[in-house]
């Protein structure tokens, strides 16, 4: 059975930087890309960020260029978010997701919360 | 970015019927729109994918049409179970982005 666990998450300053992890397991995780997608609070979901099997390229949307990175550790079975420069509209669950080239999201977590406000 | 537009909004509907979901593309995105569901306190699940490809495990009730810009879900003889959110999201070009949900409720 897939499974993927996010932890990380909490309540952080605008400014401030916060790491997300996710343990996966019931699969070869090196052998699929790996995404983080959100939602904010009574709002829609949105693709924040995906790395390809290897990790050797990675992909983000313009509101989280720059700020964010996306890794992973195939020995661990872990995928990582680094974010920094958080904002208020960063504020919004995070689900790890399994991805199927391209932009097919066929698993996911339960999701973390992080919120960002002084 | 594409933008992806969902109607109806709210959509109410009893046991037993048959409901339609819509999804509008701002350009056209071949094939690749794809259907997810959302329950409180389940993970989110993959329904339908390339438009009108059934996901391993999900039931044959679902089906999905539609290529270019105009997609619909259609879920017959709906089950309690299928009672939650929608999101229609096109995995065609980057960045990949979502519809707004439909919400279907019981009647």
């Known amino acids: 059975e897939v499974q993927l666990v996010e932890t990380g998450g909490g309540l952080v300053q605008p400014g401030r930087s916060l790491k997300l992890s996710c343990v996966a397991s019931g699969f070869t995780f090196n052998n699929y890309w790996m995404s983080w997608t959100r939602q904010a609070p009574g709002k829609g979901l949105e693709w924040v960020a995906s790395?390809?099997?290897?990790?050797?390229?990675?992909y983000y949307p313009d509101s989280v260029k720059g700020r964010f990175t996306i890794s992973r550790d195939n020995a661990q079975n872990t995928l990582y978010l680094q974010m920094n420069s958080l904002r208020s509209e960063d504020t919004a669950t995070y689900y790890c997701?399994?991805?199927?080239?391209?932009?097919?999201?066929?698993?996911w977590g339960q999701g973390v919360m992080v919120t960002v406000s002084s | 970015d594409v933008q992806m537009t969902q109607s109806p909004y709210n959509l109410a509907a009893s046991p037993g019927e048959s409901v339609s979901i819509n999804c509008k593309a701002s350009k056209s995105i071949s094939k690749y729109l794809a259907w997810y569901q959302q329950k409180p306190g389940k993970a989110n699940k993959l329904l339908i994918y390339d438009g009108s490809t059934l996901q391993s495990g999900i039931p044959s009730r679902f089906s999905g049409s539609g290529s270019g810009t105009d997609f619909t879900l259609t879920i017959r003889s709906l089950e309690p179970e299928d009672f939650g959110l929608y999101y229609c999201?096109?995995?065609?070009?980057?960045?990949?982005?979502f519809g707004s949900g439909t919400k279907l409720e019981i009647k």
């Open positions: 997701t399994r991805e199927r080239p391209r932009g097919l999201f066929d698993y």
């Open positions: 790395i390809t099997n290897s990790g050797g390229s990675t």
């Open positions: 999201q096109q995995h065609n070009e980057y960045p990949f982005t």
